[in-house]
């Protein structure tokens, strides 16, 4: 099973409540995925030439303020630390590469969750009410949210196993489904230089349109190759610096719903949770296509 | 006292499921004949199995198998539907008047399913009986190994249309995307030109019996094939 949702902003207003909006839409997809829940956010965004991580410990008393000291010191920090339960989000004067092996290095417990210029991931094992509580999503702001609730079939219940996984910066992947070809792609992704945490065959997407992205493949190009390579069933719902795109598998196995209103765009496992949003009757309400990519991207503004 | 034309009004924001599907259950003994549900709010499984001659009006999206196993029931959605919709129909009528997901009339039996919009994936897939009119379009794998029954599809088909198919009668006005296997282009005979002319009728689609082309078995995979033994 697994639950997925993601909600676009239109408007101001809908940026400003968008984790009140995105919350109601997780809950309602518990019944799908009781055993872990995550969100991206995509949120205010860092000035040039700084780079957002949100960063993970299973201590929840880690000692953040020692870290970013760190990080400040050698990159030069902005803004305080951000905590959200055991997540903490941080941004360093510095490009990603050097501060996360910096990271990497100096604190090997510390699991990098997200980084770019906007992307915020939070995700925990345990029911998706539970999550939304303890992480007060509720509260969060953004132009843009995706959210899954897992109900795990191939590999543990752990954070890392959890949805959203991050495939770069500022891009991060939610999947319903599973993969039949996740251990060979997995071989082959290591000799491309691509790490993996966990035995999760999502983690094996994401590492895939990292691969993808990194051998200089546009979002369609990325698609059009991993409609040929990855073998499974997958509705992907696939967040960029400036929104977000779904896509279904060749014979559409996994359910998907798109609604559209003048002042968002939602996306979900089942209507339910889109009925959760204002206006929501009277969205234009439809079923994606299978082998096709649907976007919606804001004009960037930098 | 209730009479028939009094309308039992059910609000699924109050209401639990359960307790709409079992009254559901329990009125064919007697009670109210017309019953309106408001506020589905994309649940799923309303009004399942229902075995009674009710009038049933739904306001707003369902989820999952809307008015599944139906038997008698004359089922109005005012909205779109999840998967599964008449899943198993048995007879009576339901009529979308949004789109439907994927799977709609799955193995139905009998009765008339109209779908307004459109169908999504595997529209009237192993249907055995029953009567299908989509005014839109229908996906990919449709009428797989249908066996009896009609499929009317006003606008275009997805790809492997009736793949496997036995007997069921295929009508489709626009382009056909793949035909599936043992699936192949029939005349339209005096009898398919009446039956299509009646449901498109029965469904008050605005389209004329001319302008579709029949789609039928070409019933090659009836029969164990000897020349090609070897090959299994």
Redesign the interface.
Known sequence: MCGIVGLFAKNPEVEANLGALLAPMLFEMSDRGPDSAGVAFYREPAAAGHTKLTLQHDDPDFDWSALRKGIKEVFGASKGIERRANHAVIVAHAEATPVEAWIEERYPDVKIMSAGEAIEIYKEVGRPEAFIETFDIKSLNGTHALGHTRMATESKVTTAGSHPFSTGLDLCLVHNGSLSNHNGLRRMLRREGIRFQTLNDTEVAAGYMMWRQREGDTLTEMMDNAFEDLDGFYTFLIGTRDGFSVVRDP??CK?A?LAETDEWVAMSS???????LPGA?KAK???P??ATVYSWEKEAVR | MTTATDVEVVDLATTPLRELNQRLHDGAAGGPLRWRIVNP????AVAVGVDAPFEIEIE?????YTAGMNKHAHVRVN??V??GCGENIMSGTIHIT??A??ACAATGRGGLVIVEG?A??RCGISMKGVEIVVKGSI???SAFMAQSGALVVCGDAGDSLGDSIYETHIYVRGSVEGLGADCIEKELKEFHREELGRLLTAAGADAKVDEFKRYGSARRLYNFNIDHAGEY
Request: charged share 10%.
């Open positions: 014979i559409a359910p719903v089942e209507y339910r949770s889109i009925a959760t009757e309400t439809w079923e296509a299978p | 709010n994309g649940a799923h707003g999206h369902t989820g999952y909205g779109n999840g998967v949004g789109n997901s994927q459109d999504a994936a996906g990919h794998m």
